[in-house]
């Protein structure tokens, strides 16, 4: 398979101009951040970074915003979030023109990221509607209790580069619906589509005549983030990123007591049953693992094969990863872009000696590719690398395509490989035996919070709950209830009757 030679540069500002020109957004020209393309791995513009004092009047401005916010009725916040899907809409191939220019993503991927933002649009729309408390059963007569949410306050968004935009959305749009006002701190490699996203918004708050300040973005580096960390008037923080900055982001927001809501890495695997269709799994197991180029936090980095079919099943891998075209993002055909940057290649590169020093064989893949062609881009071969146990780097994420394959015997040893690692946020069993299937779900089965049968660990729908466990972080985003972190509970007694009756038969006086 020959590779698809990215174009130059000098193209690929000229498309990110174009992508913002049609979205309406005019570039923050000044200095302190660079825009770059892995692509090519070379910088698009200069633009201006967010000032200490800028933030600080961000922050006020989104709290002052919450005021006006968290009493607008939630169905009229829902036409904010249902006119900024509108425009996500419109624009859905500028902004997927965007996502491939900052984040390497190949057009289908990236289309898809938009189609997110605008099926989580959908959901808070409806869900400004639904944002259901429960009555309860008082114990006491002439009394009724009741939950009502009420909106929690500035939401402060930190994102990754790898989903820059579907993240954002997912916490945004039911932020928003929620009754709270956003200010967003996007990954320093993405801010382009931090841009167009934000100034999309603009447009919408314009439209509906909301505060201007109930969504902002700061574009900065690793200080605005840990500005928005520190202020307690930011009262969620929800953070997409490594385990390492989560480790630190949590106690942080702990100390001042406010809210965090962590989706750290992931150390995804799916184990593959001897009466699983092997054809289905395949395909699954390929999208998994090499699609994105690994850097999902649900790409599936582990493997874990029942030895009667490993031969057979690795060897059908080991073709198909020999097939992947890796190239430009933007040709058709293409299945694996560049990685975000060279320090991310060193990763895999480093990963993989490790893997080899522990006994690991790498049957396909590893190499760099389009050296030549575009020396400062980082195109690699997904790797399949064979190991012979759990090892060390096993447990540890590269964020890289990079997949391990283990074998097992019986069915708790799969569970038992699969869930000793220390990250838990996806999985999935391939299997048609019923049996397997739930056990697998069940409670002594997968510790991950993204559990699936005979599909791969990556590409959830928006309508679920999406977060994991341990090392993951436990927050949860998206669908479902994941709403309620971004509101506060407050717990109603009224008593409708003319005697004051204590709880729990308590007589006082
Ligand atoms: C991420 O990689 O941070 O489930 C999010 C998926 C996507 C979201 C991934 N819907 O792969």
């Known amino acids: 398979m020959t590779d698809t030679v990215p174009p130059g540069t000098d193209n690929v500002r000229e498309r990110a101009s174009a992508a913002l020109d049609a979205v309406g957004a005019t570039l923050p020209v000044g200095h302190g951040l660079t825009a770059r393309t892995p692509i090519t791995g070379e910088d698009l513009f200069e633009l201006h970074a967010t000032t200490e004092q800028e933030t600080e009047d961000a922050i006020a401005a989104a709290e002052a915003a919450f005021r006006v916010w968290r009493t607008t009725p939630a169905p009229a916040r829902g036409e904010l979030v249902r006119r900024l899907g509108d425009l996500l809409r419109a624009h859905q191939g500028d902004l997927a023109d965007l996502i491939t220019i900052e984040a390497g993503k190949i057009r289908s991927?990236?289309?898809?990221?938009?189609?997110?933002?605008?099926?989580?649009?959908?959901?808070?729309v409806g869900l400004s509607r639904q944002l259901y408390g429960r009555s309860i059963a008082s114990e006491r007569p002439g009394h009724r209790l009741a939950e009502t949410w009420h909106p929690l306050g500035v939401?402060?968004?930190?994102?990754?580069?790898?989903?820059?935009?579907a993240v954002w959305s997912w916490n945004t749009a039911v932020a928003l619906v929620c009754g709270d006002p956003?200010?967003?701190?996007?990954?320093?490699?993405?801010?382009?589509?931090?841009?167009?996203?934000?100034?999309?918004?603009?447009?919408?708050?314009?439209?509906?005549?909301?505060?201007?300040?109930?969504h902002q973005v700061l574009f900065g580096d690793?200080?605005?983030?840990?500005?928005?960390?520190?202020?307690?008037?930011?009262?969620?923080?929800?953070?997409?990123?490594?385990?390492?900055?989560?480790?630190?982001?949590?106690?942080?927001?702990?100390?001042?007591?406010?809210r965090c809501?962590?989706?750290?890495?992931?150390?995804?695997?799916?184990?593959?049953?001897?009466?699983?269709?092997?054809?289905?799994?395949?395909?699954?197991?390929?999208f998994a693992a090499a699609g994105t180029a690994g850097q999902r936090c649900t790409t599936l980095r582990?493997?874990?094969v029942h030895r009667s079919i490993a031969d057979e099943f690795v060897d059908r891998l080991v073709a198909a990863y020999r097939k992947l075209p890796v190239g430009d993002p933007f040709a058709e055909g293409t299945l694996v872009g560049p990685l975000v940057s060279a320090a991310a290649a060193e990763g895999m590169r480093q990963a993989l000696e490790k893997a080899v020093a522990e006994g690991g064989e790498v049957l396909v893949g590893g190499g760099a590719r389009l050296v030549d062609e575009v020396p400062n881009a980082s195109y690699v071969e997904p790797a399949v690398v064979r190991m012979p146990e759990q090892s060390a780097i096993v447990r540890q994420e590269t964020f890289a395509p990079i997949l391990y394959v283990l074998t097992y015997d019986d069915f708790d040893e799969a569970i038992a490989l699969h869930n000793g690692v220390p990250q838990g946020l996806s999985s999935s069993v391939f299997t048609r035996d019923q049996q397997e299937a739930e056990r697998f779900l069940a409670a002594d089965g997968s510790d991950c919070g993204i559990t699936n049968v005979n599909i791969g660990t990556s590409g959830a729908e928006i309508g679920g709950a999406f977060g994991g466990e341990?090392?993951?972080?436990?927050?949860?985003?998206?669908?479902?209830?994941?709403?309620?972190?971004?509101?506060?509970?407050?717990?109603?007694?009224?008593?409708?009757?003319?005697?004051?009756?204590?709880?729990?038969?308590?007589?006082?006086?």
């Open 109 to 124: 991927e990236a289309l898809g990221e938009v189609q997110e933002m605008i099926d989580i649009c959908d959901f808070a």
């Open 155 to 165: 939401v402060g968004v930190i994102s990754a580069f790898n989903f820059p935009a």
């Open 222 to 258: 690793r200080r605005v983030g840990e500005q928005l960390v520190d202020d307690s008037r930011v009262a969620l923080v929800s953070a997409t990123g490594s385990t390492r900055m989560g480790r630190e982001v949590g106690p942080r927001v702990a100390a001042r007591f406010g």
């Open 470 to 509: 341990k090392e993951t972080g436990g927050g949860r985003e998206s669908g479902s209830d994941a709403w309620r972190a971004y509101m506060r509970r407050a717990t109603n007694t009224v008593n409708y009757s003319s005697e004051l009756t204590l709880a729990q038969n308590v007589s006082f006086l």
């Open 302 to 304: 582990r493997l874990i």
């Open 261 to 286: 809501l962590l989706e750290l890495g992931g150390n995804n695997a799916s184990v593959v049953a001897p009466s699983a269709d092997l054809d289905l799994a395949l395909h699954g197991v390929v």
């Open 182 to 214: 956003v200010v967003w701190k996007p990954s320093e490699a993405t801010p382009l589509i931090s841009l167009a996203c934000g100034h999309l918004v603009d447009r919408a708050v314009r439209e509906v005549g909301a505060p201007p300040a109930v």
